[in-house]
């Protein structure tokens, strides 16, 4: 009977795992010494070896040796009858469970119940337990006590993809092993080295494009070498497995395409990168993997620009390496950055959507338009100098047609000295007007002292007393002010203890009597500070809107709007 390659090539001893060299290393010399934990805790991600390695120190601890005198080893046998009955799952004092289907207390009570027992044939009772973050609550308390004062005869070992939904009072308790991801180009030898062992040639390419799929996860990447070995295996039992069928077993782009895909974006031609990757999508690309290589891509040239020396990257060919040094010599990080926000967020959208090939193709376009924008800094330094203005994201010109995007930059803009440009939740710049021609501040007097009513205000700032400062700021309008007597026509309801209150901390911070006196039926009222305010702002935005800098950025941001800045402090 066929046996899949996952489960034929399993590796039967710590010298079989790859890629966790912390672990047997540190395992051996525990071993060696006698230094051997009553619980152990591996947590990696799926098909990585954490139940393989629960069962290779299953095996360790309980082997015999071949004369059947040897002591706990790293390295077992394989041949005494504790080694073969572990390898065959029918060691009676090995107990494998599934969390997943025993997740209640009642479970772990029949499990506390067992562990009084000494081991049958084996030298200790070992209980492994996969999945342990399924266990319920109830179930990892009733556990706990017996986990931490085990007999001296009970091993346990938990295996789990979820660490962190597992009680720190569990972890606590054990001896925790983070198996890693294995390397790609690790992973890749090794498939070659199965596929050699099954008498199969498998090209580096292939080879490499499986490790990668996989995402350094040993099991998957023998599943996919299986599948590979299917697809391409003739009714005469001959195998050719080629990259190009590899690469449409798993959905995958070609990446020397989806290097000119990129290529095209960067220089703004939507219209050919539409193309392209209609392409692509009718060979087969699915559109998932192909933004995932666009992320990837987009981080490689990146690391390119900012740190040459980090360019070596075992993803790519030495031919794709190449092709990614020319792209990135002309590219700015301004323009890459933008572009990594503009993929994942597409990423997030292409996850949500019904419509992935409609969805990725609106993603190239955004990022299309978006390469034709200049960066913030060129806008700043054009408006500056009175130059033209800067037409692209990059080094190179974008191709005829393509036109800013006013809705694609979310940056932060500083327009010469008296303005600053946000981004809105709607995605559109706004101009923000600071201190201008039109507005000017007041120096507030001494604290000690009140001269007018502006002093009041600023002491109540000063003093931070918020409640009392937004009824003097917006719901009084001054009538009347001598030193000691303030008259005001009230706009809004007010409280009848707040002119009280007002009078008492005025009386406490200049050391004058103070009259507040409300006069509802006054005509000759100043506007309140609000309304003052409110005048100054609409005087600074048309002073703004009719400066020549403001208006040479509303021509490169046409949907941008002019708000207004209204100082903290009260103006006149």
């Not at 090539?9 to 010298?15: G, N, V």
């Not at 996860?217 to 590979?228: E, Q």
């Not at 101009?431 to 002093?455: R, Y």
Request: net charge negative; charged share 20%.
């Amino acid at each position: 009977m066929y046996r899949v390659l996952a489960r034929k090539y399993r590796p039967q001893t710590f010298a079989d795992l790859i890629g966790q060299e912390v672990l047997v290393r540190t395992l051996t010399n525990a071993f060696a010494s006698g230094r051997i934990a009553h619980a152990f805790l591996l947590t990696g991600i799926r098909g990585i070896g954490k139940t393989t390695t629960a069962r290779i120190i299953a095996r360790g601890l309980n082997c015999t040796g071949a004369d059947g005198n040897g002591e706990a080893t790293t390295t077992p046998c394989g041949v005494c009858a504790n080694c073969i009955a572990i390898a065959e799952d029918r060691h009676v004092d090995v107990i494998e469970m599934d969390a997943a289907s025993n997740t209640g207390v009642d479970n772990m009570r029949d499990l506390i119940d067992s562990v009084r027992y000494a081991p049958t044939n084996a030298r200790y009772k070992v209980y492994i337990i996969d999945e342990v973050h399924m266990l319920s609550k109830s179930a990892f308390n009733a556990i706990l006590k017996t986990l931490e004062e085990p007999p001296p005869h009970v091993k346990f070992i938990f295996a789990t993809t979820e660490i962190r939904k597992i009680p720190v009072t569990i972890i606590s308790r054990c001896q925790r092993f983070d198996l890693k991801r294995v390397e790609m180009d690790e992973l890749s030898t090794h498939l070659v080295n199965v596929a050699k062992r099954e008498e199969i040639t498998l090209p580096e390419d292939c080879a490499t494009l499986i490790a990668a799929a996989a995402e350094g996860s040993v099991r998957d990447s023998l599943s996919l070498l299986d599948r590979a070995i299917a697809m391409h295996t003739d009714a005469a039992g001959t195998v050719d497995i080629k990259a190009e069928s590899v690469r449409d077993m798993l959905g995958l782009a070609d990446k020397t395409q989806t290097f000119r895909l990129m290529e095209l974006i960067f220089n703004g031609k939507t219209d050919e990168a539409l193309t392209a990757a209609q392409t692509l999508h009718h060979q087969g690309a699915d559109s998932a993997m192909l933004l995932s290589d666009m992320l990837d891509i987009t981080h490689y040239l990146t690391r390119i620009v900012v740190a040459p020396a980090l360019s070596v990257n075992l993803n790519y060919s030495p031919a794709e390496q190449a092709l990614a040094k020319d792209m990135a010599a002309s590219l700015s990080i301004p323009a890459l950055t933008r572009a990594w926000q503009i993929l994942t967020k597409g990423a997030d959208e292409l996850r949500h959507s019904n419509h992935a090939s409609a969805t990725l193709e609106m993603i190239l376009v955004r990022l299309g338009y978006a390469s034709a924008l200049p960066a913030p800094a060129e806008i700043v330094r054009a408006l500056q100098q009175g130059s033209a203005m800067p037409t692209g994201g990059s080094t190179r010109p974008p191709s005829a047609g393509a036109a800013p995007s006013s809705s694609a930059s979310a940056s932060t803009h500083a327009i010469g000295t008296s303005s600053a440009a946000q981004s809105t939740p709607t995605g559109s710049t706004v101009m923000q007007l600071g201190n201008t021609a039109a507005a000017t501040k007041i120096e507030p007097q001494p604290l000690a002292e009140a001269h007018s009513f502006l002093d009041v205000v600023q002491l109540f700032e000063t003093h931070r007393e918020p409640i009392l400062l937004s009824h003097l700021m917006n719901d009084m309008r001054l009538v009347h002010f001598a030193v000691g007597r303030i008259e005001v026509k009230p706009t809004a309801h007010i409280a009848p203890d707040v002119p009280a209150r007002l009078a008492r901390h005025l009386r406490e911070w200049t050391g004058e009597s103070w009259n507040i006196i409300l006069s509802p039926h006054a005509e000759q009222a100043e506007p309140s500070i609000r309304e003052q305010r409110a005048a100054i702002a609409k005087q600074a935005r048309d002073y703004a809107t009719s400066h020549p800098k403001i208006q040479a950025a509303l021509e490169v941001f046409p949907d941008a709007t002019v708000i207004d800045f209204i100082p903290n402090k009260p103006t006149n």
